[in-house]
């Protein structure tokens, strides 16, 4: 069994820079893509970027991309969501989550979830 433990979200102000942190606990192959997504108020979840967790290969949605980096520690077992330039449309639930099922780093679907972290950005 995988679990998810995220942490870092925040209230901050535009322009401002976060970090936030999924631990991962359970036996985690070299195969498994790690995931963040997020949901803002009223609207769908989505998936962001993706890493795969043994080659570090990754992949960044439209809306991941230039703002966002995801990186991971194997050591640690811990991924990471490096996000700058801060904008009130950011604010939103975010959610690391694990897919165990191969497949390209864009699918959606994973198996395992976090319970999210807020992040509150402020004009």
């Known amino acids: 069994q995988v679990q998810l433990v995220e942490s870092g979200g925040a209230l901050v102000q535009a322009g401002g820079s976060l970090r936030l942190s999924c631990v991962v606990s359970?036996?985690?192959?070299?195969?498994?893509?790690m995931g963040w997504f997020r949901q803002a108020p009223g609207k769908e979840r989505e998936l962001i970027v993706a890493i795969r967790w043994g080659l570090g290969t990754t992949y960044y949605a439209d809306s991941g991309k230039g703002r966002f980096t995801i990186s991971r520690d194997n050591a640690k077992s811990t991924v990471y969501l490096q996000i700058s330039s801060l904008k009130p449309e950011d604010t939103a639930v975010y959610y690391c989550?694990?897919?165990?099922?191969?497949?390209?780093?864009?699918?959606?679907?994973?198996?395992?979830w976090g319970q999210g972290t807020q992040v509150t950005v402020s004009s």
């Open positions: 989550a694990a897919r165990s099922r191969t497949g390209t780093l864009r699918n959606p679907d994973y198996d395992y």
């Open positions: 359970g036996r985690i192959a070299s195969t498994y893509t």
